[in-house]
């Protein structure tokens, strides 16, 4: 006996690969864009649109059915705008130092329409451990995509990972860089990150043909 | 009709109103149990900031940026920070320099009959001392600020710099170790002692920042606008600062 339904195993892994949030559905763009010339900021990112869409989700799953239909999005976007909030303060107050590096992130993710998407299209319409399994799920895959753009990214632009240069030093000319290698400042700016998350969903289509379109 | 209660006009108006008293109550009652903790963690790293351009800090690889710890915060710089002044209009008087914010000055000084306050902290380590000036200005997106130790030749012997929000990656690294130690040792005198400020250029072709004297440090590609403001926010404020500190290093001779 698995410790998860067939149902609810689906919830959790069908958007890291079939039904990814980025490369499937193409939302949460703008943030993988933004925020992806480092890993160790892709990861933070990761971790707090996880925490926020999961909890979000349970939040608009308890009062989805007192919820009128009229102002419904906006209903949403307090929910998500409050969580924020909340969460903001309370790592303010007694993770000071994590909070100074998250700084932008956590107002991002208000605007990651990912959040959006997932209250409208599933937690309006499902109970509140389904929905839970289901941000936990979303939020991953979108999380997936971006650790792997930040790790090209920082990777072939700044030729170091989580900070820590893996192919020498650019300045020194040691490592890659003494046989003539160069950092690709391009990778750096945020077209790249489109370039990337391009490539990544040319891999997967062409690994999996039955997500191609009949046109 | 509406098929369903939650359809109706009054059903929508008293959710909205109830959700918006609900949810601001549920904020304003965390904002007010959580404020003393906040102001008192700023204040700590406000600390941690100046002490950490006078080298108190816990660096230890050449990339790290570490304070000391915040609960240390408060011994050390009553012990490395012998003396705070406040200059306002000609006159430097000792005086609590710690509590004034900068920002609220500048918003006070737009009334012509204010005169701004600039607070100094002067700082001892190691036979060394250390007049430690703050500065703030505009990045990309939002506000920008740090903290310079100069010595009595007016060269930086430490810089820090923060930001409120500039893009991750690219003028975010303005506060890391590569750029604010470029600062170290620059002069921002020229060579006739005029003020010069140190400019963040781009094209400066000095990427391991050996010439000192060039008023000039390497820039970070892809971040010009935050590279601008840092030049400008160190070209204002120092300028500002310049004749004060000159008198209280004379007078301290």
């Known amino acids: 006996m698995a410790l998860l339904s067939k149902k609810d195993r689906g919830l959790l892994l069908d958007p890291l690969a079939d039904n990814n949030p980025i490369t499937v559905q193409v939302l949460g763009i703008c943030s993988a864009l933004a925020i992806t010339a480092q890993l160790k900021a892709s990861v933070v990112m990761a971790v707090s649109v996880i925490a926020v869409l999961a909890m979000g989700n349970v939040v608009i799953s308890l009062i989805r059915n007192i919820i009128p239909s009229k102002i419904r999005i906006i209903v949403q976007l307090v929910v998500v705008a409050a969580l924020v909030i909340v969460v903001d303060q309370v790592l303010k107050a007694y993770s000071y130092e994590l909070s100074k590096q998250l700084s932008v992130f956590i107002g991002l993710i208000i605007t990651n329409c990912i959040i959006m998407g997932r209250f409208e299209a599933f937690a309006l319409a499902n109970k509140p451990w389904p929905s839970f399994l289901d941000g936990i799920g979303n939020a991953s895959g979108y999380g997936l995509i971006l650790v792997i753009v930040g790790f090209f990214r920082e990777l072939l632009g700044s030729g170091t990972l989580f900070g820590h240069q893996v192919l020498g030093d650019p300045i020194a000319k040691t490592g890659l860089y003494a046989i003539g290698y160069e950092n690709n400042g391009f990778m750096l700016l945020s077209p790249m990150a489109l370039i990337v998350v391009g490539i990544i969903i040319w891999v997967q289509r062409a690994r999996n043909p039955k997500l191609i379109e009949e046109n | ?253």
């Open chain 2, 1 to 253: 009709m509406a098929s369903k209660k939650t359809d109706t006009n009054i059903y929508t108006i008293v959710f909205a109103v109830v959700m918006v008293v609900v949810v601001g109550s549920v904020l304003a009652f965390v904002a007010n149990t959580l404020k003393p903790t906040i102001s008192e963690n700023e204040r700590f790293e406000k600390m941690q900031n100046i002490l950490y351009v006078m080298g108190v800090n816990n660096n230890e690889g050449d990339n790290d940026v570490v304070f000391i710890p915040a609960n240390e915060a408060g011994d050390a710089f009553d012990k490395y920070i012998v003396k705070q002044l406040v200059i306002q209009g000609g006159s430097i008087t000792e005086g609590d320099a710690f509590s004034i914010d900068l920002a609220k000055e500048e918003v006070l000084a737009k009334d012509s009959g204010y005169q701004k306050r600039l607070p100094v902290f002067v700082g001892k380590k190691d036979e060394k001392t250390h007049y430690i000036v703050p500065l703030r200005g505009k990045g990309l997106w939002d506000a920008i600020w740090g903290y310079v130790s100069l010595d009595e030749n007016m060269v930086v012997q430490g810089a820090f710099f923060d930001h409120a929000g500039e893009t991750p990656g690219l003028g975010a690294n303005i506060k890391e170790r590569y750029f604010m130690d470029d600062f170290i040792g620059e002069h921002i005198m020229d060579a006739n002692n005029n003020f010069a400020g140190i400019a963040v250029a781009k094209g400066n072709n000095d990427p391991l920042n050996l010439r000192k004297h060039d008023n000039k440090v390497d820039a970070i590609s892809g971040s010009t606008i935050t590279g601008d403001g840092v030049s400008a926010m160190i070209r204002k404020y120092l300028r500002e600062y310049i004749p004060h500190l000159e008198k209280i290093i004379n007078e301290s001779k």
